[in-house]
C-alpha cells in the first residue's frame, strides 16, 4: 500500500494568514493526489483533484501542487469558514489511501 | 443536484453483518464509480471500495475477505456487507460518487451513518 503522510498534524492560524499544508507519498503518485475538508460532524467535501485542479464552486483562495511524492495545499487568505481538518488521497493505485489530516483551528 | 443517502441498522453485534444501502438521486449512476469510504469515531478517513454501474468492483484488499458489494441500477442504489463484523469496524460509514477525469476523486459524498459494533 502507498502510504500517505501530512504535515502538520494541525496548526493555529489567523484570519487572512497563508496556510499552507504538505502531504507525501511513500511512492511516487505522479500527479494523482486530492485534497478533502472536512468539518465536524460533516461529510468530507472535494477542493483540488490532480494534484492542482480546482473543484467547480471551491474558492479561488485553494491551490494545489506537486507531483511525484510531495504535494502542497495552500490556501492564500485563510477564511472564518476554512477552520476544519484538510486529508490528501492518492488516487494512483488500490487501495486509494487517505493522508492522516491536518487539523486547522484558530489561534 | 447528486444527491447520496445511506441507510442500514446503527447497531450490528460482533460476528455478524453490516449492511448499508446508499441511494442516488438527482443525477445518472451510470459512467461514475460508486464508493464507501468509512472513519472510526475521532480517526482518519478510509477508502473501503467503489463498483461501477455494469458491477465492476475493486475493493481495499485489508478488507476483501470480508466485503461485498453490488449495484442495483434500475433502482439507483449501490450496497455493502461486510461480514464478521468486530468493535474494529465501528465507524461513520460514507458512500460517495468517484469519477476517473485526470485520476480518481470522490465528489459527492453521503452525509455519513454511524455504525456501532456492539452486543
Known amino acids: 500500500d502507498i502510504q500517505m503522510t501530512q504535515s502538520p498534524s494541525s496548526l493555529s492560524a489567523s484570519v487572512g494568514d497563508r496556510v499552507t499544508i504538505t502531504c507525501r507519498a511513500s511512492?511516487?503518485?505522479?500527479?494523482?493526489l486530492n485534497w478533502y475538508q472536512q468539518k465536524p460532524g460533516k461529510a468530507p467535501k472535494l477542493l483540488i483533484y490532480?494534484?492542482?485542479s480546482l473543484q467547480s464552486g471551491v474558492p479561488s483562495r485553494f491551490s494545489g501542487s506537486g507531483s511525484g511524492t510531495d504535494f502542497t495545499l495552500t490556501i492564500s487568505s485563510l477564511q472564518p469558514e476554512d477552520f476544519a481538518t484538510y486529508y490528501c488521497?492518492?488516487?494512483?493505485?488500490?487501495?486509494?489511501?487517505f493522508g492522516p489530516g491536518t487539523k486547522v483551528d484558530t489561534k | 443536484q447528486v444527491q447520496l443517502q445511506e441507510s442500514g441498522p446503527g447497531l450490528v453485534k460482533p460476528s455478524e453483518t453490516l449492511s448499508l444501502t446508499c441511494t442516488v438521486s438527482?443525477?445518472?449512476?451510470?459512467?461514475?464509480?460508486w464508493s464507501w469510504i468509512r472513519q472510526p469515531p475521532g480517526k482518519g478517513l478510509e477508502w473501503i471500495a467503489f463498483?461501477?454501474?455494469?458491477?465492476?468492483?475493486n475493493y481495499n484488499p485489508s478488507l476483501k475477505s470480508r466485503l461485498t458489494i453490488s449495484v442495483d441500477t434500475s433502482k439507483s442504489q449501490f450496497s455493502l456487507k461486510l461480514t464478521s463484523v468486530t468493535a474494529a469496524d465501528t465507524a461513520v460509514y460514507y458512500c460517495?460518487?468517484?469519477?476517473?477525469?485526470?485520476?480518481?476523486?470522490?465528489?459527492?459524498w453521503g452525509q455519513g451513518t454511524l455504525v456501532t459494533v456492539s452486543s
Open positions: 488521497q492518492q488516487s494512483y493505485n488500490t487501495p486509494r489511501t
Open positions: 460517495a460518487r468517484g469519477s476517473f477525469s485526470s485520476g480518481f476523486y470522490l465528489d459527492y
Open positions: 490532480a494534484a492542482s
Open positions: 511512492q511516487s503518485i505522479s500527479n494523482y
Open positions: 438527482g443525477g445518472s449512476i451510470s459512467s461514475y464509480y
Open positions: 463498483i461501477n454501474d455494469d458491477g465492476g468492483a
